[in-house]
């Protein structure tokens, strides 16, 4: 595996060059530029507690008042951000007929507000709740409105801005808050993304597969790769003997399967695409 020095971005450079047809993987990693903290530290470890899982969402009440809480603080943040220079350069590269799939671990919707149009939100997307009896769909934003309607007071809470629409609400009674019902059932809403303990769709997977089929080589842009669900599509482009690059600062749990590894910024490193 070679290794790109932090002031030499050429040897990037040549490898998207002699692969025509990429498979792209993302991670938090691309999004942090954007102003969206990641969960991982540069050894692949947690930064803070890993996120709700389904288990403990479904629970009761007291976890459910606890996500949409803190999310309903930390959305306000998250509904601004903007595409960086690293979104804007992979959709270019979409756009020059140079990526076969960009699959992407996060749910943030960037990629696609930065103009790329092939791509698989793996994990779902945050701008969407999900009723967990029937099933239907509404914005996060209506959802948004529901809540502050609902919670007025909470409104002038301050915290410290969480990956993935989160915010850390420290020493905080979350039994009053008030979580609205599915309009169409009264059900419970979810946002609609895979949470840890929930199964990937099967639709997006068998989607992913076929494309990686038809792709001469794989770009990680962004992943520690620490979550199987991401990180098996690279362990099955090793198996079909892909060259495969990676862009991230820090370990990746496919160190031992690059062919390249540039530790750099995922701005500094695809900025010449934009």
């Not at 498979?23 to 999004?31: H, L």
């Not at 949470?195 to 997006?204: D, H, L, Y």
């Not at 068998?206 to 494309?211: D, F, G, P, S, V």
């Amino acid at each position: 595996m070679n290794t790109l020095p932090a002031f030499d971005a050429d040897p990037l450079r040549d490898f998207i060059d002699a692969h025509p047809r990429l498979f792209v993987v993302t991670g938090a990693g691309i999004s942090t530029d954007s102003g969206i903290p990641d969960y991982r530290d540069g050894q692949g470890e947690w930064k803070r507690s890993p996120p709700m899982t389904l288990q403990a969402f479904m629970s009761g009440p007291p976890s459910r008042a606890r996500y949409w809480a803190r999310g309903m603080i930390g959305w306000r943040h998250f509904a601004s951000v903007q595409p960086n220079v690293a979104h804007r350069a992979l959709a270019a590269l979409e756009h020059a007929g140079r990526i076969e799939l960009l699959l992407t671990q996060n749910v943030d919707g960037l990629h696609e507000a930065a103009g790329h149009l092939n791509v698989v939100d793996l994990h779902g997307r945050l701008d969407r709740v999900r009723c967990m009896q029937c099933g239907d769909i509404t914005s996060r934003n209506a959802m948004q409105r529901r809540l502050e309607n609902a919670n007025p007071a909470w409104m002038a809470l301050q915290a410290t801005i969480a990956p993935d629409g989160d915010a850390d609400l420290d020493g905080v009674d979350f039994s009053e808050f008030a979580i609205p019902p599915c309009l169409v059932c009264g059900g419970i809403l979810k946002p609609d993304v895979v949470f840890f303990g929930e199964n990937v769709p099967r639709a997006r997977v068998e989607t992913a597969w076929a494309h990686l089929g038809r792709a001469d080589a794989m770009l990680v842009v962004g992943s520690s790769l620490m979550v199987y669900s991401g990180y098996r599509f690279v362990l099955e482009a090793s198996r079909r003997g892909l060259p495969i690059a990676s862009v991230n600062l820090g370990v990746t749990r496919a160190d031992v399967l690059l062919t390249l590894k540039v530790e750099r910024s995922c701005a500094l490193a695809l900025a010449p695409y934009a």
